[in-house]
């Protein structure tokens, strides 16, 4: 909780994008490329597999752009639909 004067306040959550590009490592292209399909919500994993860039989708720049994140379970639950 924090105080604004006025009483506490509920800090509010970061919404699930920031969260990621903050503790998770993928870059805003890749995190922006994201497709559900890309999320494993059962083995907690992102899917890196493209990057969107000016609003254009793409590949991946090198082969070792492409890889797998692991997530944690509660900005998994962030996630879910």
Same mark, same amino acid.
């Given at each position: 909780?924090?105080?604004? @004067?006025? /009483?506490?306040?509920?800090?509010? &959550? #970061?919404? &699930?994008?920031? +969260?990621? *590009?903050?503790?998770?490592? $993928?870059?805003? @292209?890749?995190?922006? /490329? #994201?497709?559900? %399909?890309?999320? /494993?919500? *059962?083995?907690?994993? #992102?899917?890196?597999?493209? #990057?969107?860039? =000016?609003? =254009? +989708?793409? =590949?991946?720049?090198? +082969? =070792?752009?492409?890889?797998?994140? $692991?997530?944690?379970? %509660?900005?998994? *639950?962030?996630?879910? &639909?």
């Amino acid at each position: 909780m924090r105080s604004d @004067g006025n /009483g506490p306040r509920k800090i509010q &959550p #970061l919404p &699930p994008t920031i +969260e990621f *590009e903050a503790f998770s490592g $993928p870059g805003r @292209g890749q995190l922006i /490329g #994201l497709r559900w %399909q890309d999320v /494993g919500f *059962e083995n907690l994993i #992102l899917h890196i597999r493209r #990057l969107l860039v =000016a609003m =254009a +989708e793409g =590949a991946p720049k090198t +082969e =070792a752009c492409v890889h797998d994140v $692991p997530v944690d379970a %509660q900005t998994a *639950e962030s996630l879910w &639909p």
